[in-house]
Each structure stands twice: as C-alpha cells, then as structure tokens.
C-alpha cells in the first residue's frame, strides 16, 4: 500500500541553525500539507500546498517557514532559524485529487521529530 | 472563539464494550469531518469522514454520527479490543477552506483485557 515517508526521523539541531525536512508524498496525490505536534498537544496545521503554491497557511507558518517542491517526488519544510519552540513533531501529508477533484482524506506520514537546543 | 473539544483526555473501558468519543465544536461551518486515530510517536491514521449532509458512517466495528445542528459528532467502537487502544483524533475543515483542517486535543482510548 503506497505511504507518506519522511526524512530523517530524528533531527537534532542548534537554535539558529537552518533545518530542511523532507517528504515524500503518495506519488499521485497533488495536495501536500505540513503539521506540527509539539509533545503533549495537538496536532496542529502548518501549510497546505497545490499546484506549486502554497493554498493556506496558519499564523504560526511564519516568514522562518517555507516549502518547496523541488522535483516531482519530494516535499520539503525549511526552517531558516531554529528556535527552541520549534522543537516538534513535523508531519507531512498528502491527499489526492482523484476525479478531477479535491479528495478530503490525508495520509500521513511517519513524523521527524525535531530537538533544538 | 473557534473551539473543538474532546470529550475528555482519557477512556478507559472494558474489552467488548462499545466505546463512544465525542467531539463537539464551537464557531465552525464544517463541510466535513474527519477522525483519526494515533498510536505514541507515530503520524495520525485516516479512519472515516462524513460530511455535512450524512448523519451516519460506518466501517466495519466503527460509527460515526454528525449532528449538524449540535455541532457534535459520536465516535463509536463496537466489540472493542485492547488493539483499539490509541488516542483518536476529530477534525474539521474550514468551510471557507477546504485544504485547511483543524484537530482536536483527542481521547486517549484504554480497553482493558
């Protein structure tokens, strides 16, 4: 059965330091997504993206936030500038827009769970 | 504010009981909702959605009811197992953005042997 992946698992990383995180969608699915899950809470919604631009974003997706597609397989989130708050859980979804339509189901993947000290 | 609760953090009942969540949710217009389930340290796991016009699914051991009018859904497990353990999640759209959905706090679901 086709899954969301994601690379690394685990990130450790220094505040301040750039973090790239990676995805890998379900290979026919147009619509990708980026949560946070900080431990304890709830999952939370990032970024929602489609035909190459972002479609919504959440308050906390701010300008140390971005994402890209750089290829036809990968899905990423950059974090320019750590901080100690950004330490999460990062999950990247996707959901397929079979017949023509948006297709409200989302698969997630596995989680990289990201330490800043 | 826009609020969506669960109806408590922790369920904790007996292997064949029926297991009912609830979700309730304040100052949202879904078009749909959604729940998941999570084990620890793992991404959330697509169970069923129902939309706003539906007032029931199901799928195999599992109900869902969408009380528009309430503005709740009902979660049941039937024949519950220990494997039904999880924390599962409710979530809805913004109706004015259905690329967006929005999570509960989720119930972490116990079923005793």
């Given at each position: 059965?086709?899954?969301?992946?994601?690379?690394?698992?685990?990130?450790?990383?220094?505040?301040?330091?750039?973090?790239i995180?990676?995805?890998?969608?379900?290979?026919?699915?147009?619509y990708?997504?980026?949560?946070?899950?900080?431990?304890?809470?709830?999952?939370?919604f990032?970024?929602?993206?489609?035909n190459n631009?972002?479609?919504?974003?959440?308050?906390?997706?701010?300008?140390?936030?971005?994402?890209?597609?750089?290829?036809?397989?990968?899905?990423?989130?950059?974090?320019?500038?750590?901080?100690l708050?950004?330490?999460?859980?990062?999950?990247?979804?996707s959901?397929?827009?079979a017949?023509?339509?948006?297709?409200?189901t989302?698969?997630?993947g596995p989680?990289?769970?990201l330490?800043?000290l | 504010?826009?609020?969506?609760?669960?109806?408590?953090?922790?369920?904790?009942?007996?292997?064949?009981?029926?297991?009912?969540?609830?979700?309730?949710?304040?100052?949202?217009?879904?078009?749909?909702?959604?729940w998941?389930?999570?084990?620890?340290?793992?991404?959330?796991?697509?169970?069923?959605?129902?939309r706003?016009?539906?007032?029931?699914k199901?799928?195999?051991r599992?109900?869902?009811?969408?009380?528009?009018?309430?503005?709740?859904?009902?979660?049941?497990?039937?024949?519950?197992?220990?494997?039904?353990?999880?924390?599962?999640l409710c979530?809805?759209?913004?109706?004015?953005?259905?690329?967006?959905?929005?999570?509960?706090?989720g119930?972490?679901?116990?079923?005793?042997p």
């Amino acid at each position: 059965e086709p899954e969301v992946t994601q690379t690394p698992s685990h990130q450790v990383t220094q505040m301040g330091q750039e973090v790239i995180l990676r995805c890998v969608p379900i290979s026919n699915h147009l619509y990708f997504y980026w949560y946070r899950q900080i431990l304890g809470q709830k999952v939370e919604f990032l970024v929602s993206f489609y035909n190459n631009e972002i479609s919504e974003k959440s308050e906390i997706f701010d300008d140390q936030f971005s994402v890209e597609r750089p290829d036809g397989s990968n899905f990423t989130l950059k974090i320019r500038s750590t901080k100690l708050e950004d330490s999460a859980m990062y999950f990247c979804a996707s959901s397929s827009a079979a017949g023509g339509g948006f297709q409200e189901t989302q698969y997630f993947g596995p989680g990289t769970r990201l330490l800043v000290l | 504010s826009q609020k969506i609760e669960q109806n408590s953090e922790a369920l904790n009942i007996q292997e064949g009981k029926t297991a009912t969540l609830t979700c309730n949710y304040t100052n949202y217009s879904p078009a749909y909702l959604q729940w998941y389930r999570q084990d620890p340290g793992r991404g959330p796991v697509f169970l069923l959605l129902i939309r706003e016009n539906e007032k029931e699914k199901r799928k195999e051991r599992l109900k869902v009811t969408f009380d528009t009018t309430l503005k709740q859904s009902l979660f049941h497990i039937t024949a519950s197992q220990p494997a039904d353990s999880a924390t599962y999640l409710c979530a809805l759209d913004q109706y004015s953005s259905a690329s967006k959905i929005i999570f509960g706090s989720g119930t972490r679901l116990s079923i005793r042997p």
